[in-house]
């Protein structure tokens, strides 16, 4: 049982216990729509590069509204930030449902209406991460980032299959509606929460009162000049771009199902799912992730672990080669399977610490504009890493360029330790930003 995550979290908090329940099930359908948007984008294009253009479309918002909506989150009740932001994020799955069922095919309005959900989930996340140190004890921090890491694996296993298969038996809209229902389940959560007001800074004052300051650039700036001034916490954020610009391959899976391994849909749904499948199972056996008080190493050894795993799914690939197969390609789909179940495992342990050490080391009053930057960074990094490999694909392969990819990743990460040795000597008993 020691080996098992860490459920007190779910007992002390019942607000927790509810959010963690309703946002698990929102997450499934998120899922689904971004298999289901991935796959209308091909299905319109035949284009890689098309599809890799949604991360780009959703990239500028994130970076804008992750900065300012992380200054808002600092200065507003958290519960109220949360619940508007998912209102708008229920709207766009509408908009989207829409233009399929009213068979509008211009991956233009996929474009934008992409664009405008990153705005709102821009601003919907940090406020989200920044209610739950709030909800439980800052010692099981780990454990509920832990079993966040669960639900969110999970829905990452089920909703790309469900989305996928629903686009194969149904077509688009009947997925885009099962979002619009699923997400139900997190606006009752936010909603059923207590006002979550901003704190006191350090000093005793409660900028969050202070209208002059209220979410203004200069309140954006403030952030950026902590972060600046906090080299460990700056780390956690470098790292996780060098996983994700470089070695993110999910653009290239709706290629690879008709392409390279067969199997079309759904088979790229299930390259989706190994990821999340190794998520989850290091998220299940976290246990002793609670008792690892070096967490900059386990951070660095996950990241690692994450960009080989990545090249040998990429090698897997190349070995299968480019032969628009008519079935699926049992051999190489289990391989690439395992590789990307290997990724997952390491990227949730990555993820489980990278938030941990944020949480910690950032004061209340700090914590919403610096979960803005997480979020810019975390999910900002795959969109533009959606760009790099889209983009590279059309030059050497989807099978290359992942492989290549991945040999980065391991390569640049050696360079950022090198130069922030400091990382490595993070201890949780002693956070130091």
């Known amino acids: ?35 289901t948007v991935s796959l209308e984008a091909y299905h319109l294009t035949r284009s890689t590069f098309a599809v890799g253009l949604i991360g780009f479309s959703e990239l500028l918002p994130l970076v804008i509204f992750g900065l300012y909506g992380g200054a808002i989150v600092d200065r507003v009740d958290r519960r109220l930030a949360a ?31 992409v664009a405008v959900q990153a705005a709102a989930f821009a601003v919907n996340s940090p406020a989200r991460m920044a209610i739950t140190p709030r909800l439980v004890r800052p010692e099981k921090l780990p454990a509920a980032n832990a079993l966040q890491g669960v639900t969110g694996n999970l829905a990452m296993t089920i909703g ?56 203004g650039v200069a309140a954006v700036m403030d952030g950026l000049r902590y972060l600046a001034t906090r080299p460990n916490v700056r780390m956690t ?42 998520g989850i199972l290091a998220a299940v056996f976290s246990g002793p992730l609670g008792r690892v008080h070096l967490q900059g190493v386990a951070i660095s050894w996950a990241v690692a672990g994450w960009g080989i795993a990545i090249a040998l799914f990429g090698a897997v690939v190349v070995t299968a080669g480019e032969t628009t197969p008519p079935s699926p390609i049992w051999w190489a789909i289990a391989l690439a399977f395992l590789a990307l179940m290997a990724a997952g495992a390491c990227d949730s342990v990555s993820a489980i ?25 975390v999910a900002g990094g795959p969109r533009l890493g959606d760009l790099v490999l889209g983009t590279g694909a059309r030059w050497v392969g989807e099978g ?8 980065l990743c391991v390569a640049v990460l050696s360079v950022l330790l090198r130069k922030g040795r400091r990382f490595l000597a993070y201890d949780s008993r002693h956070p130091e930003p």
């Not at 997190?186 to 929460?193: D, T, V």
């Open 400 to 407: 290359w360029v992942v492989v290549i990819g991945g040999i």
């Open 237 to 278: 954020f470098l790292v996780d771009l060098c996983a994700m610009i470089f070695a993110m391959p999910r653009v290239v899976f709706p290629a690879l199902g008709v392409l390279y391994l067969g199997g079309g849909e759904t088979t790229s749904g299930l390259l989706v799912t190994a990821i999340a499948v190794g």
């Open 160 to 215: 790309p299959v469900a989305g996928a298969t629903l686009v194969a038996a149904s077509g688009f809209v009947a997925s885009y509606v099962l979002h619009l229902i699923l997400m139900g389940a997190a606006l009752w959560a936010i909603w059923k929460l207590p006002p979550i007001l901003p704190m006191p800074s350090p000093d005793g004052s409660l900028e969050g009162n202070a209208p002059r300051r209220f979410a």
């Open 83 to 113: 619940l508007v932001a998912s209102s708008v994020l229920w709207l766009t799955v509408l908009g989207l449902a829409l233009q399929a069922a009213l068979g509008v095919q211009r991956v233009g309005v996929l474009y934008l209406l």
């Open 353 to 377: 610490f990278r938030q941990s050490v944020l949480q910690s080391a950032t004061p209340d009053d700090m914590r919403g504009r610096l979960q803005g930057v997480f979020i810019v960074v």
């Open 1 to 35: 049982m020691r080996f098992l995550a860490d459920i007190s979290p779910l007992r002390e908090s019942p607000d927790f216990r509810r959010l963690w329940w309703g946002l698990g099930i929102s997450a499934i359908g998120h899922q689904i729509t971004v298999i």
